[in-house]
């Protein structure tokens, strides 16, 4: 038998930092939502008690560094498993990216092991197995739209933002979540993004003020380190984005279209100096 799960990328629409712990994580308000760009996962049982991983990206790890190898053995460990798992990942999702891609193949590994062995675990117990791979995977279970609170793994649901156009660009760098919250510092925050706002608008179902809401003070730390993804939210904006975010760590930067029209100046704009540019809808 053979399962398959689909892993979409996450944006935060908007991310504060409230403080650091004494476990070293950083307190957080976030609203994540999917987008309709996604990893592909195959899982199919073996006879022999292993966990194999492979893939067609040549740029992950396929061994116990791989977030679903580490989903996989954390599962067969707690339930008692005695059979093993083949995994092929389909990546589609660029990798350290800030869209959460190895937690959403760690999140899509339980959801489809927990099928494939029938052992008939709660939504609620998935999630807590997922806080103990990532701060974004509890999140990734179950999706939708939510606001993530304590170190991301609390959650709200919240309604889904209007259907829009997603625009998104990465630009060739690489960027550590561990590191960018190391450097962040509160005391240069002008002004913090607000979850009660961004909830409003969601709840009142208003695009315009989802887009006047986005912020994300992460990008105080990245964008001082790499200021071309400066560059690059203006020139999403110039090109006629909504709004405009650099999602989670980095440097992932997302823009929100309502127009379709709009959609492939913006595409195209874009591509003429960053190679990597998807054009998607949100995943509601
Ligand atoms: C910033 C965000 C926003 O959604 O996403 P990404 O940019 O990684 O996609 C998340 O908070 C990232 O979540 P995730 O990538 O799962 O982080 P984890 O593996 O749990 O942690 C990686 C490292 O980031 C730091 N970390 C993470 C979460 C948090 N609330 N406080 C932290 O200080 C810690 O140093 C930790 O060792
Ligand atoms: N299945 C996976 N897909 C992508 N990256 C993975 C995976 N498993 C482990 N990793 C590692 O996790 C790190 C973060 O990757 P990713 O989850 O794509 O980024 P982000 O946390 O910025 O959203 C990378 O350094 C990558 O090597």
Known sequence: MKIYEKAPAKINLMLDVLHKRPDGYHEVEMIMTMVDLA?????????????IISSQAGYIPLDEKNLAFQAAKLIKERYNVRSGVYIHLDKKIPVAAGLAGGSSDAAATLRGLNRLWGLNISGEELKKLGAELGSDVPFCVTGGTALATGRGEVLTPLPNPPQCWVVLAKLPINVSTAEVYGRYR????EKHPSAERMRAALESRS????????????ES?????????????????????DGVLMSGSGPTVFGLVSKEAKVSRIY???????KEVYAVRLLT
């Open 39 to 51: 990893d592909r996962l195959e899982m199919s049982a073996l006879p022999r008690d292993t966990i």
């Open 221 to 241: 730390v990245t964008l001082h380190m790499h200021p071309e993804v400066a560059h690059l939210k203006e020139t999403m904006l110039r090109l006629g984005a």
């Open 268 to 274: 195209n704009g874009l591509r003429g100096f960053c």
């Open 207 to 218: 695009f315009p003020e989802v887009c006047r809401e986005l912020g994300n003070v992460l």
């Open 186 to 189: 509160n005391e240069r925050i």
